[in-house]
């Protein structure tokens, strides 16, 4: 395999940091020791029951890990690299 992959995650409608990002963009993460909030991403803790995780393909596309969908490139996708 080859290319570079990224842990994403977007906020669920259900969960109460739903707004803290616009509906279904997704962002990147990262996974840490918490037994709380697993999750760290946006500038923000998160815990996984208030996300759904996907990965970035290096294509840009996303693979939504819940209902393995993909969402192609340039679509819902906060890429925070190409902001100055």
Do not use: H
């Not at 037994?35 to 803790?45: E, H, K, S, W």
């Amino acid at each position: 395999m080859s290319g570079e992959q990224q842990l994403v995650a977007r906020i669920k409608r259900s969960s109460k940091y739903w707004g803290q990002t616009p509906p279904n963009q997704w962002f990147e993460v990262r996974l840490v020791e918490d037994n709380y909030y697993q999750l760290r991403g946006n500038n923000n803790n998160y815990r996984l029951v208030d996300v759904v995780c996907g990965i970035r393909l290096a294509s840009g596309a996303v693979v939504d890990l819940a209902k393995g969908t993909i969402t192609p490139a340039g679509r819902d996708w906060a890429d925070t690299r190409r902001r100055a």
